[in-house]
């Protein structure tokens, strides 16, 4: 199994979706960013 599915498969909410009033780019991890960066 990929890893990609046994992600896919783990329960509990998806915050990732969910808007932070007031939030910007600076609120982000740098190292978060790079690695989305270089994998997305």
């Known amino acids: 199994m990929q890893i990609m599915d046994l992600i896919r ?4 909410a998806d915050w990732s979706q969910e808007n932070v009033e007031n939030a ?4 982000l991890d ?11």
């Open 9 to 12: 498969r783990q329960v509990g």
């Open 24 to 27: 910007s780019f600076d609120d």
């Open 30 to 40: 740098s190292e978060a960013v790079a690695m989305a960066r270089e994998f997305f």
